[in-house]
């Protein structure tokens, strides 16, 4: 049982690691062996988070999108579902890196808001000798787009439950500031027909 189910989506280039990183997050596991996603697979974590001063418990469901381009026109779907977004790039190749304005393109296009909660995750941190992304680099893209920025290692878990968390709290922030305006959208509506019907009978006793 939970009170909230909150859907993320995992998207990025192919082998970037999105499912060893999906993996290591709900089971603290991680198999070096290489498994390309096949349309689109998810994982699951139950938590218990504080909203609005009260312990909720939470299922969380991250989606692993398949980064093929056969496979894209399939996946969109999920965008319009998903209330956050994890776009991932390997540290160790320079296409994946240069391909996150196409994924961010794509979150333009497909999500369920015109500014929906997004975070970057620079993958394979646990990979030095092999990085061709600098620091540098990925900090200033993630700058220029407003995003945080996180560099990930599925291997060791390396930022990988503080990059979901730090997810996670920016939605949760969302929701609550969005029940807060919708609870005074309905108070002040309930104040205006309140205002027509006393003005109603005002009119009315005047004639």
């Not at 499912?19 to 709900?26: A, G």
């Not at 970057?120 to 700058?143: F, I, M, Q, W, Y």
């Amino acid at each position: 049982d939970f009170d909230y189910l909150i859907k993320f989506l995992c998207i990025g280039n192919s082998g970037v690691g999105k499912t060893s990183f999906l993996n290591h997050y709900t089971n603290s596991t991680f198999d070096t062996r290489f498994y390309s996603t096949v349309g689109i697979d998810f994982a699951v974590k139950k938590l218990i988070y504080k909203i609005h001063g009260q312990n909720r418990r939470l299922c969380l469901q991250i989606w692993d999108t398949a980064g093929q381009e056969r496979f894209r026109s399939l996946t969109t779907a999920y965008y319009r579902e998903s209330m956050g977004f994890i776009v991932m790039f390997d540290l160790t190749n320079e296409q994946s890196f240069l391909d996150i304005r196409y994924w961010l393109e794509q979150l333009k296009l497909h999500a369920y808001c015109d500014n929906p909660d997004v975070i970057l995750c620079g993958n394979k941190s646990d990979l030095p000798l092999e990085r061709v992304v600098s620091e540098e680099d990925a900090d200033e893209t993630a700058a220029r787009y407003g995003l945080p920025y996180f560099e990930t290692s599925a291997a060791t878990g390396s930022n990988v439950p503080a990059s979901v968390e730090m997810l996670l709290d920016l939605v949760i922030k969302k929701m609550e500031s969005t029940s807060e305006q919708a609870l005074l959208d309905r108070r002040s509506s309930r104040k205006h027909i309140l205002s027509n019907i006393l003005l109603g009978i005002t009119m009315g006793s005047d004639t």
